[in-house]
């Protein structure tokens, strides 16, 4: 896991809540889109989505569905590699707090049992 201290996002894309990037489309057309922060009650989907290509690059651009079909290779792996460059580091955290959730509710569970 890497140190969230080293993962400082530039101030432009935490205020602006995403990186805005040229994008090209399989007909050989540009377009600019914005790869955003994901929010807190997002989180789920996000991890729900990643392993889809096409609707995780959907998601993380706020595009409709099927819109990542038109986009070119290179396009569509930059958008996927900036969402979890920005993202992933918070996703870390997230789940770090929820290993210490579970290993604290798992405590409280076997000190219950133990006094039974």
Do not use: H
């Not at 996000?46 to 096409?54: A, H, K, M, N, S």
């Not at 959730?101 to 133990?114: H, N, P, R, Y």
């Amino acid at each position: 896991m890497s140190n969230p201290n080293l993962n400082v996002l530039p101030a432009a894309v935490v205020i602006s809540g995403g990186k805005p990037i040229i994008v090209t489309k399989r007909d050989g057309s540009n377009e600019n889109v914005s790869v955003r922060l994901i929010k807190v009650s997002e989180v789920q989907k996000y991890l729900e989505l990643t392993p889809t290509l096409g609707a995780f690059v959907e998601f993380c651009t706020g595009k409709p569905a099927g819109w990542a079909d038109d986009l070119g290779e290179d396009s569509l792996f930059r958008i996927d590699e900036e969402a979890r460059k920005m993202n992933d580091p918070f996703i870390e955290r997230w789940f770090r707090r929820q290993r210490e959730i579970m290993g604290q509710l798992k405590k409280a569970e076997s000190d219950v049992d133990s006094t039974k």
